[in-house]
C-alpha cells in the first residue's frame, strides 16, 4: 500500500520560515515526478511545485517563486518544501503527490 | 499558463441519474487530463488518468472522454457515496486544475 506522510506544518508568523517532508513508503519514489499542492480553507486545489525524478528539474507556481523551493532526496525517499517569507494566504492543507497518489496533508496556518 | 474551466460549478441529482461534468482547456491539453474526486477533509483520489482511464480500483461507472480542449467526465449511476468535489487536472505544461463541481444528491 503506498503512503505518503506529510509533516512539518503548524501556526506560523507572516514572514516567517517552515520546512514540511513527505516520506513516501511501498512506492517506487525515484521513478515519478513529484509535486505539493495546496488547499486553502473551502477553496479549490492549487497546484504550488513539481521536482523532477532526479531533483535536476523544479518548477514553481507564480504565486510563490522566489519564497518556496521544493527539493527531494531520493536516498530517504523523502519529498521537501522549504517555505520563506510566508504570508497569511498561504495558509492551506498541503499535500504531496505523484499526482496518481497523494499523501493526507498538512495543514500550514500563517497568522499574527 | 494554461487556464482549466470546470461546469457546472455545482449539482444536485437523485441516486441512479447519469451526471456529466466538462472541463475545457484554454490551451490544447492533448490527452494529459486527470479526474479526481475528493470528500471533505480528504486528500484527493485519482479517478481517471489520460482523459479516459480509470484508475485501478475505480468503479466503472466513472468515465471520461475527450482530448484537446474539451473533456467530459460522467457518472454513470450516481451512488450516495459519490457526493463530493471532483475537480480536473491538466498536466501537458505545468499542472493547472479546474475550480471543482460540488456533486450532491437530491
Not at chain 1, 506544518?9 to 512506492?27: I, M, N, Q, T, Y
Not at chain 2, 477533509?41 to 466503472?60: C, R
Not at chain 2, 498536466?91 to 493547472?96: A, K, Q, R, V
Amino acid at each position: 500500500q503506498v503512503q505518503l506522510v506529510e509533516s512539518g506544518g503548524g501556526v506560523v508568523r507572516p514572514g516567517r520560515s517552515l520546512r514540511l517532508s513527505c516520506a513516501a513508503s511501498e512506492f517506487t519514489f525515484n521513478n515519478f515526478a513529484m509535486h505539493w499542492v495546496r488547499q486553502a480553507p473551502g477553496k479549490g486545489l492549487e497546484w504550488v511545485a513539481v521536482v523532477s525524478t532526479d531533483g535536476s528539474k523544479t518548477y514553481h507556481a507564480d504565486s510563490v517563486k522566489g519564497r518556496f523551493t521544493i527539493s527531494r532526496d531520493n536516498s530517504k525517499n523523502t519529498l521537501y518544501l522549504q517555505m520563506n517569507s510566508l504570508r497569511v494566504e498561504d495558509t492551506a492543507v498541503y499535500y504531496c503527490a505523484s499526482l496518481g497518489h497523494w499523501g493526507q496533508g498538512t495543514l500550514v496556518i500563517v497568522s499574527s | 499558463d494554461i487556464q482549466m474551466t470546470q461546469s457546472p460549478s455545482s449539482l444536485s441529482a437523485s441516486v441512479g441519474d447519469r451526471v456529466t461534468i466538462t472541463c475545457q482547456a484554454s490551451h490544447d491539453v492533448r490527452k494529459f487530463l486527470n479526474w479526481f474526486q475528493q470528500k471533505p477533509g480528504k486528500a484527493p483520489k485519482l479517478l481517471i488518468y489520460d482523459a479516459s482511464n480509470v484508475d485501478t480500483g475505480v468503479p466503472s461507472r466513472f468515465s471520461g472522454s475527450g482530448s484537446g480542449t474539451y473533456f467530459t467526465f460522467t457518472i454513470n449511476s450516481l451512488q450516495p457515496e459519490d457526493i463530493g468535489t471532483y475537480y480536473c487536472l491538466q498536466y501537458e505544461n505545468l499542472p493547472t486544475f479546474g475550480p471543482g463541481t460540488k456533486v450532491a444528491i437530491k
